[in-house]
T-cell receptor
Framework: DADVTQTPRNRITKTGKRIMLECSQTKGHDRMYWYRQDPGLGLRLIYYSFDVKDINKGEISDGYSVSRQAQAKFSLSLESAIPNQTALYFC??????????FGPGTRLLVL | AQSVTQLGSHVSVSEGALVLLRCNYSSSVPPYLFWYVQYPNQGLQLLLKYTTGATLVKGINGFEAEFKKSETSFHLTKPSAHMSDAAEYFCAVSDRGASTGRRALTFGSGTRLQVQP
């Protein structure tokens, strides 16, 4: 089984809808992250969490929110989706040496 | 603030040729440095990393990278390209935030490697 899982893997939604992307990990890491990937821009950090009670904004947090339900679960929400949030979203965890372990990604299309 | 620059969004080499992917970074403190690879329709996988110690780091699939502090570089190389190396490669840097002391990762924009037969 994969160490970091993401659901759904693909999602199509309409402008204005609220959606949630979920991430679970079995690596036992405290640190979890959400990134978005756009062609030519690499990965950009949306939010990160160093433990259940510690959540921080990344460089592009506007329009997004997160919830850390447990050590193993970190969800990303788009309260009111807009077309420029169409992207590939990755969840990751990291160990104490900052090595990050990525999920398979969620491809989101906002119409 | 840290930043990562990858020169060349696309690199094409012949099978068997040297692979050189360039990465330069800016960081106010000694960084941790990483190379990740992304195959089509997959997430990112760690190729190699530098934290401390030996500046020449060997990774998986025959790749290696050298940390050069004076040049603020961490270029990725492989002596002989294979068709299976075709993928997108990301350099990343992690340094300690001034206020929190915690590390965050910043990625470069990626280099797509094509391997011609």
């Amino acid at each position: 089984d994969a160490d970091v899982t993401q659901t759904p893997r693909n999602r199509i939604t309409k402008t204005g809808k609220r959606i949630m992307l979920e991430c679970s990990q079995t690596k036992g890491h405290d640190r979890m992250y959400w990134y978005r990937q756009d062609p030519g821009l690499g990965l950009r950090l949306i939010y990160y969490s160093f433990d259940v009670k510690d959540i921080n904004k990344g460089e592009i947090s506007d329009g997004y929110s997160v919830s850390r339900q447990a050590q193993a679960k970190f969800s990303l929400s788009l309260e009111s989706a807009i077309p420029n949030q169409t992207a590939l979203y990755f969840c990751a965890t990291s160990d104490w040496q900052e090595t990050q372990y990525f999920g398979p990604g969620t491809r989101l299309l906002v119409l | 603030a840290q930043s990562v620059t990858q020169l060349g969004s696309h690199v094409s080499v012949s099978e068997g040729a040297l692979v050189l992917l360039r990465c330069n970074y800016s960081s106010s403190v000694p960084p941790y440095l990483f190379w990740y690879v992304q195959y089509p329709n997959q997430g990112l996988q760690l190729l190699l990393k530098y934290t401390t110690g030996a500046t020449l780091v060997k990774g998986i699939n025959g790749f290696e990278a050298e940390f050069k502090k004076s040049e603020t570089s961490f270029h990725l190389t492989k002596p002989s390209a294979h068709m299976s190396d075709a993928a997108e490669y990301f350099c990343a840097v992690s340094d300690r935030g001034a206020s929190t002391g915690r590390r965050a990762l910043t990625f470069g924009s990626g280099t797509r490697l094509q391997v011609q037969p």
